[in-house]
């Protein structure tokens, strides 16, 4: 949540249960395009256990969150822009 706070630039905590809500989309679309049914095993580390994706599957699903969060009004977006279809990468036989 302080990452995703930080990347939309905001510092209260006005907004926070739909940056949430968001942020959990976001997890999701890229999860889905990724074809991925749930998070990987090997995402979870430390003690205590805290989920830490790859760098480039953050850096997508902050794209994403950006653009439902700036755009949530608008009735079209590019949740899953060409940039963030670069960042997950797919395999071409699971398309």
């Known amino acids: 949540m302080e990452e995703a706070k930080r990347h939309l ?10 940056i949430e809500d968001k942020l959990e989309e976001a ?12 998070v990987p095993a090997e995402w979870f580390t430390g003690s205590p256990l805290q989920l830490v994706p790859p760098r480039r599957y953050r850096a997508a699903t902050k794209l994403i969150l950006s653009s439902l969060y ?11 822009s060409d940039a963030v279809k670069a960042l997950i990468g797919r395999d071409p036989t699971l398309a």
């Open 9 to 18: 630039h905001i510092t209260d905590n006005d907004a926070d249960f739909d």
């Open 27 to 38: 997890s999701d679309i890229v999860l889905d395009y990724a074809k991925l049914e749930s």
């Open 70 to 80: 700036w755009n949530r009004e608008s009735e079209i977006s590019e949740a899953l």
